[in-house]
């Protein structure tokens, strides 16, 4: 199991260097269903924040349907419900 936090998730989602690669590492272990990937429910807020911030409202929307927590392969933290 693995907690990510908010920055993790923006690393791979704005392929910021020079950590993307270390985040595209865990996101494909957590395809691979090799480790099960958690989150808080604000970190989903955060992200869209921060997208909406640096690539503008539409493609932060657009990246929502893809991290959303009804959508995303990861996991609301269980003791954040």
């Known amino acids: 199991m693995a907690f ?4 993790v998730i923006l690393e791979l989602l704005l392929d910021r260097a020079p ?3 270390d985040a ?3 996101f494909a272990l957590g395809e691979r269903k ?3 990937l958690y989150t808080s429910t604000v970190s989903f807020l ?3 924040y921060v997208a909406a911030r640096l690539k503008g409202k539409e493609p932060a929307r657009r ?3 893809t991290w ?3 959508t ?3 996991t609301r933290d269980p003791a954040y419900r």
């Open 24 to 26: 595209a590492h865990i």
């Open 4 to 7: 990510l936090d908010s920055d």
């Open 72 to 74: 995303s392969k990861i």
């Open 46 to 48: 955060n992200i869209y």
């Open 19 to 21: 950590f993307v690669a």
């Open 34 to 36: 090799e480790i099960e």
């Open 63 to 65: 990246e929502w349907t």
């Open 68 to 70: 959303s927590p009804e």
